[in-house]
């Protein structure tokens, strides 16, 4: 399933107001699925999937649970554009300050107003 049926009304609120609420309560639940060199190939990763509309490379990103981070059925067109031109305005990875399960962690923050996406990126092994 895309994440933006084509039988749903498009929705107005920015992607990031919709991931936000649901994302502070799982945030420290979310792993990728696959393994990434960079904190950045991670970030882009998730943004080509968002992006391109693609749900398997969604899955590939953040794994079968997917839709527990990303809730796909309340997200519109316009709610991708807005994440999209956020994130082309500018972006960088945040290491954070305290780990996750002993592991390093970090966030992607967006835009110019200091966003941070609420998925923290984890290092573990070799990625």
Known sequence: MPLIPSNKNLSTRPLF????????????L?????????????AQAL??????????ALIKVLGK????YVPTDSIGEQDIYDYLGT????????????PINGHPSAH?????????????????GNG
Do not use: F
Request: aromatic residues 6%; proline residues 9%; negative net charge.
């Open 17 to 28: 107001a919709v991931l936000v609420a649901p994302l502070l309560l799982a945030a420290p």
């Open 30 to 42: 979310a792993y990728a699925q696959a393994v990434y060199p960079t904190p950045e190939a991670a």
């Open 47 to 56: 943004t080509d999937a968002v992006a391109s509309n693609d749900e398997t």
């Open 65 to 68: 649970d997917h839709g527990r």
């Open 87 to 98: 994130w082309a305005q500018g972006h960088r990875i945040v290491m954070d300050n305290k």
């Open 108 to 124: 992607v923050e967006a835009g110019t107003s200091g966003w941070a996406l609420p998925i923290p990126l984890v290092k573990v």
